[in-house]
């Protein structure tokens, strides 16, 4: 099995804390990675040294097979959709001009129409970017991340904020990504039920790594899923 | 009077470079307006103030020395912003503040004002000679040639520079290319509109063409529509009632956008404005 990530005794660490303490696991081709952790876990910071916007860390992180500190040719293969996009809200940009950003090569029109028409946001192409839902924004940022073809795609809690209908559209693209365009996706979430039913592996961060498996091991065994609530409820309190 | 200023060769150097101004103003303006850097032309505007005072100084041609002291001056202030975590608007402020001291101290040195420095604090877009003309339409062409070229580059990274990042734009060198860019714009227009207005320029046409425009190229061509009337009316209006080019310049552009502001005001404009 192809290994797609390698993350090797990764520590980060603020002046006052320690963001992530010694997490190593790894990804395989065509895995469907849920990352669960409460607020403050670390996923957001984990996120941003796998694509090099934090390159403070101890450890290794490796995309197919080198080290990311050597090469940052990977990031080509990755396709990364943040948790809320930040960007003017009046900006003069179209869908299709957002689209088209995330192109690093020449423009193939056709894939760019076809990826529009999967997503659902053909019609929106002329509309601006600011003035969609936020369900349909993060749509056109998918189609963004796809536009070349990635062979990973990093996603971060991306349905925060988005309406329930436009959440279940987006996870059904998702897994279609992924079974039928074998498509490795790494995905941060909040939702314990959405992780069940679409990944099939889980990792369970906070701040360490105190789960990472198939994801029926980890639903399956009630002390592991008990333990990750309370933790996660904890968190939530002390937010509060 | 109203047609035969049409045939006098000055007033044909000053609508071709006051256009090709108006294209490049617009066009690097926008980048600027989107980066929340509205005020940063206004910044090198007043850092080139003190290099036109050392070449006025030193007998060198004025706008050599604006050109080499404004654009070092804003690369090394976009340097020291990112270096020591300084917000835009307080380094735009240094940088204003420091050019325009450097170019008064050596005013009073080199014995007081003259007619030459008033030309370029507001603008003599009728005395452009034919060599500052080759000079405006070459730098205009080869700005724009950059910008289409780098064309996702600067979008992407204006839109937002994380992402752009992650997709391997090399951000960082793009945003010392667009300083680059606003410098030699905004010494190339000074003979336009002068040290003290050329912000409007930069900012006004833009600002009012992105209450207009859906996409950005649409936007853009909104954004040189508005500018090339501003310019080419103030120019012509100026010399006819015989007042100062570089504010009636201005002033047509903020009535273009007085007048947006009303048509958006009655619900005129479509959604998303």
Same mark, same amino acid.
């Given at each position: 099995?192809?290994?797609?990530?390698?993350?090797?005794?990764?520590?980060?660490?603020?002046?006052? %804390?320690?963001?992530?303490?010694?997490?190593?696991?790894?990804?395989?081709?065509?895995?469907?990675?849920g990352i669960i952790g409460p607020n403050g876990a670390g996923k957001s910071t984990l996120f941003a040294?796998?694509?090099?916007?934090?390159?403070?860390?101890?450890?290794?992180?490796?995309?197919?097979?080198?080290?990311?500190?050597?090469?940052?040719?990977?990031?080509?293969?990755?396709?990364y959709v943040p948790q809320k996009p930040?960007?003017?809200?009046?900006?003069?940009?179209?869908?299709?001009?957002? %689209?088209?950003?995330?192109? /690093?090569?020449?423009?193939?029109?056709?894939?760019?129409?076809?990826?529009? /028409? /999967?997503?659902?946001?053909?019609?929106?192409?002329?509309?601006?970017?600011?003035?969609?839902?936020g369900?349909?924004?993060q749509?056109?940022f998918?189609?963004?991340?796809?536009?070349?073809?990635?062979?990973?795609?990093i996603l971060d809690e991306p349905v925060t904020g988005i309406?329930? /209908?436009?959440i279940?559209?987006f996870y059904?693209?998702l897994?279609?990504?992924?079974?039928?365009?074998?498509?490795?996706?790494i995905w941060s979430s909040h939702d314990l039920?959405a992780v069940?039913?679409?990944?099939?592996?889980?990792?369970?961060l906070?701040?360490?790594?105190?789960?990472?498996?198939?994801?029926?091991?980890?639903?399956?065994?009630?002390?592991?899923?008990?333990?990750?609530?309370?933790?996660s409820?904890?968190?939530?309190?002390?937010?509060? | 009077?109203?047609?035969?200023?049409?045939? $006098?060769?000055?007033?044909?150097? #000053?609508?071709?470079?006051?256009? =090709? +101004?108006?294209?490049?103003?617009?066009?690097?303006?926008?980048? *600027?307006?989107?980066?929340?850097?509205?005020?940063?032309?206004?910044?090198?505007?007043?850092?080139?103030?003190?290099?036109?005072?050392?070449?006025?100084? #030193?007998?060198?041609?004025?706008?050599?020395? #604006?050109?080499?002291?404004?654009?070092?001056?804003?690369?090394?202030?976009?340097?020291?912003?990112?270096?020591?975590?300084?917000?835009?608007?307080?380094?735009?402020?240094?940088?204003?503040?420091?050019?325009? =001291?450097?170019?008064?101290?050596?005013?009073?040195?080199?014995?007081?004002?003259?007619?030459?420095?008033?030309? $370029?604090?507001?603008?003599?877009?009728?005395?452009? @000679?034919?060599?500052?003309?080759?000079?405006?339409?070459?730098?205009?062409?080869?700005?724009?040639?950059?910008?289409?070229?780098?064309?996702?580059?600067?979008?992407?990274?204006?839109?937002?520079?994380? !992402?752009?990042?992650?997709?391997?734009?090399?951000?960082?060198?793009?945003?010392?290319?667009?300083?680059?860019? =606003?410098?030699?714009?905004?010494?190339?227009?000074?003979?336009?509109?002068?040290?003290?207005?050329? @912000?409007? *320029?930069?900012?006004?046409?833009?600002?009012?063409?992105? &209450?207009?425009?859906?996409?950005?190229? !649409?936007?853009?061509?909104?954004?040189?529509?508005?500018?090339?009337?501003?310019?080419? =009316?103030?120019?012509?209006? @100026?010399?006819?009632?015989?007042?100062?080019?570089?504010?009636?310049?201005?002033?047509?552009?903020?009535?273009?956008?007085?007048?947006? &502001?009303? +048509?958006?005001? #009655?619900?005129?404009?479509?959604?998303?404005?």
């Amino acid at each position: 099995m192809l290994k797609v990530v390698e993350i090797d005794h990764l520590t980060i660490e603020y002046p006052d %804390v320690k963001a992530i303490d010694d997490v190593s696991f790894t990804v395989n081709q065509g895995d469907f990675l849920g990352i669960i952790g409460p607020n403050g876990a670390g996923k957001s910071t984990l996120f941003a040294s796998m694509l090099s916007l934090n390159t403070k860390y101890k450890g290794t992180i490796k995309f197919f097979s080198t080290d990311i500190r050597k090469s940052k040719n990977y990031l080509k293969e990755i396709g990364y959709v943040p948790q809320k996009p930040i960007f003017e809200k009046n900006f003069p940009a179209t869908v299709n001009d957002v %689209v088209k950003m995330g192109l /690093q090569k020449e423009s193939d029109e056709n894939k760019i129409d076809e990826i529009m /028409q /999967q997503l659902w946001i053909h019609e929106l192409s002329e509309r601006r970017i600011g003035e969609l839902s936020g369900g349909q924004q993060q749509r056109v940022f998918i189609a963004k991340a796809l536009v070349n073809n990635p062979k990973v795609l990093i996603l971060d809690e991306p349905v925060t904020g988005i309406d329930q /209908q436009s959440i279940d559209l987006f996870y059904s693209i998702l897994k279609e990504l992924n079974s039928k365009q074998n498509i490795t996706i790494i995905w941060s979430s909040h939702d314990l039920d959405a992780v069940n039913k679409l990944a099939n592996h889980v990792a369970c961060l906070n701040r360490t790594l105190f789960f990472h498996g198939e994801s029926d091991d980890f639903f399956e065994n009630d002390e592991l899923v008990k333990q990750y609530s309370e933790a996660s409820m904890q968190e939530h309190m002390h937010h509060h | 009077m109203t047609f035969e200023i049409f045939t $006098f060769s000055f007033m044909h150097r #000053a609508i071709i470079s006051g256009i =090709a +101004i108006a294209i490049l103003c617009s066009v690097v303006g926008l980048f *600027l307006v989107l980066r929340r850097y509205s005020l940063f032309g206004d910044a090198i505007a007043h850092s080139s103030f003190g290099g036109i005072a050392l070449g006025l100084m #030193a007998g060198i041609y004025p706008l050599w020395t #604006a050109y080499g002291v404004s654009i070092v001056s804003a690369l090394i202030m976009t340097r020291i912003k990112d270096r020591f975590n300084i917000s835009g608007d307080a380094s735009i402020a240094v940088l204003l503040s420091s050019g325009i =001291a450097v170019g008064l101290v050596i005013i009073g040195l080199s014995g007081g004002f003259t007619l030459d420095i008033f030309s $370029f604090l507001f603008g003599s877009i009728l005395l452009v @000679s034919v060599n500052d003309t080759i000079l405006i339409l070459s730098l205009t062409g080869i700005i724009l040639i950059v910008i289409l070229l780098l064309y996702r580059q600067l979008l992407y990274s204006t839109f937002n520079e994380e !992402q752009a990042k992650v997709s391997g734009v090399p951000v960082e060198k793009i945003n010392y290319l667009i300083v680059f860019m =606003a410098g030699i714009t905004v010494v190339t227009s000074i003979q336009l509109v002068g040290v003290l207005l050329i @912000s409007a *320029l930069f900012v006004i046409p833009n600002v009012t063409a992105i &209450m207009y425009g859906k996409g950005f190229k !649409q936007t853009v061509i909104i954004s040189m529509s508005f500018s090339i009337f501003s310019v080419v =009316a103030g120019i012509l209006v @100026s010399y006819i009632f015989d007042i100062t080019p570089a504010g009636t310049i201005v002033l047509f552009a903020i009535g273009i956008f007085a007048c947006t &502001m009303g +048509i958006k005001s #009655a619900g005129l404009l479509s959604r998303h404005n």
